[in-house]
């Protein structure tokens, strides 16, 4: 077995800015050294819950982990292009196949191509259009992990734009009915087949819309398809 992680490292960041200090010093003779952290429930690697999009809807901490651990099957779309809009053909062609209940891992390997510390990782990003969120729903997934800023409105936060709801589509289609949204996966290079075990436990954070996660995937698990025997 092989484990990969798949998070981004919580740190400087142009985008979300998080306020990271320290207290306590070892070396000085301090008891314990204590790091702070303030920052956004959806910067870096996280999950959305229904709640982030929703008027009422469910916040991450009633997200089942069933939904969010489990098997995945791999979508190798490391040949799109930047700024290619994704259509359902493109992803029907990169679907290996499984069963409704997987969480699907969209792996554009985006990271490689853009610094996801700059401007042009989100504003130079593929993107889904509405077709191919509503191919994935078909699918019956429990949850849709990407590794690039899905929905073309994304960049336009940078600028402070906004456009109406149903342009964000995987938020509309997918998390409207119940489709959990794991964003911002890195390192989908790393991984060596098509499907994988997908662990994206958020944070357990009372009546938030969303949560950071450490997201990894155990790859050549026992007793899972296309793992090692068991």
């Known amino acids: ?43 870096f690697s996280h999950v959305d819950a229904q709640a982030h999009f929703i008027a009422d809807g469910p916040t991450i901490e009633s997200t089942p982990l069933d ?35 997987e969480i699907l891992l969209l792996a554009t390997q985006w990271d490689t191509k853009r610094d996801c510390q700059t401007r042009e ?9 509405r077709a191919a969120s509503e191919y994935l729903l078909a699918l019956a997934p429990t949850a849709v992990a990407v590794d690039f800023p899905q929905d073309y409105p994304i960049r336009l936060l940078l600028d402070g ?24 996966v890195v390192n989908t290079a790393a991984l ?12 357990k954070v009372g009546n938030a819309d969303g949560a950071p996660a450490r997201i990894f995937a155990i790859e050549d698990m026992p007793g899972t398809p296309g793992g090692a025997a068991s």
């Open 161 to 184: 734009i906004r456009v109406p709801d149903e342009e964000h589509v995987t938020h509309d289609v997918l998390l409207r009915a119940g489709v959990t949204l794991i964003e911002y």
């Open 1 to 43: 077995m092989d484990i990969v992680d798949l998070s981004m490292t919580v740190g400087p960041h142009f985008r979300w800015a998080p306020e990271i200090s320290v207290k306590g010093d070892k070396s000085a003779g301090d008891q314990f050294r204590v790091t702070r952290l303030a920052t956004t429930c959806h910067g």
């Open 121 to 129: 990782f989100w504003t130079e990003a593929p993107w889904l259009n």
């Open 67 to 101: 939904r969010v651990v489990g098997p995945c099957r791999i979508f190798d779309l490391s040949g799109v292009q930047p700024d290619e809009e994704i259509g359902p053909e493109t992803l029907a062609a990169a679907d290996p196949g499984g069963n409704p209940g």
């Open 192 to 203: 060596k087949g098509k499907r994988t075990w997908l662990c994206a436990a958020p944070l």
